[in-house]
């Protein structure tokens, strides 16, 4: 199992770009999120899905999008990245919900200029 | 929505010293889990506590969840170098969809 992948790794933009991050799982998961890591602020929850065609906002939804179109991805969209979007974004799956444990990904660290 | 604070956010120890990280919250949580995760790394699981009151201990590390469930503690005992890392709480509350996690305590272990 290669467990939570997330692609690319890094990435800068420039404001105004748009782009979608990756996040897939090959354990069957039902639930995925994703989080914004920011220095001082822990881990902020962004979208989370409890199963294919379900999802929801959490915490910071502005400026993004996701959909829930398998049960193994989870893209994460930016429509017009700003500065304020530089992060380190992790994704993360657990077997159903978010009371079990959570599996994360490498994450991506993405500047916008 | 619900907050969780998480103290302190630094901690800087000599190695062999205790260090303790605390988690509260303004209202009753469901289960708390704890991760850790290593300097330009992603969080890792420790550990999940669910009942009121519940201990539960992982070698030099102990968890801790208070009787009313809305503030939990991880303690470390003996610290050593490969402690280094942030430790980060995150709370369940009544639903099953968000789990809300504290702003982590950044563990320094100097030799």
């Known amino acids: 199992n290669a467990g939570v992948t997330q692609t690319p790794k890094f990435q800068v933009l420039k404001t105004g770009q748009s782009m979608t991050l990756q996040c897939a799982q090959d354990?069957?998961?039902?639930?995925m999120s994703w989080y914004r890591q920011d220095p001082g602020m822990g881990l902020r929850l962004i979208h989370y899905?409890?199963?294919?065609?379900?999802?929801d906002q959490g915490e910071v939804p502005n400026g993004y999008n996701v959909s829930r179109s398998t049960t193994e991805d989870f893209p994460l969209r930016l429509l017009s990245a700003a500065p304020s979007q530089t992060s380190v974004y992790f994704c993360?799956?657990?077997?159903?919900?978010?009371?079990?444990?959570?599996?994360f990904g490498p994450g991506t660290r993405l500047t916008v200029l | 929505g619900q907050q969780v604070m998480q103290i302190p956010q630094y901690q800087h120890v000599q190695e062999g010293e205790d260090f303790t990280t605390y988690c509260n919250s303004s209202?009753?949580?469901?289960?708390i889990q704890w991760y850790k995760q290593r300097p330009g790394g992603h969080p890792v699981f420790l550990i999940q506590?669910?009942?009121?009151?519940e201990v539960k201990k992982q070698k030099r590390l102990t968890f801790q969840f208070g009787e009313a469930k809305k503030n939990s503690s991880l303690h470390i005992t003996a610290t050593q170098t490969t402690d280094v890392g942030t430790y980060f709480c995150?709370?369940?509350?009544?639903?099953?969809?968000?789990?809300?996690f504290g702003q982590g305590t950044i563990l320094t272990v100097h030799p």
């Open positions: 354990m069957n998961h039902e639930y």
């Open positions: 209202t009753t949580l469901s289960n």
């Open positions: 995150g709370a369940g509350g009544t639903s099953y969809g968000k789990l809300t």
């Open positions: 506590l669910v009942k009121s009151g």
């Open positions: 993360a799956s657990s077997l159903w919900t978010s009371r079990d444990t959570q599996y």
């Open positions: 899905s409890v199963g294919a065609g379900i999802t």
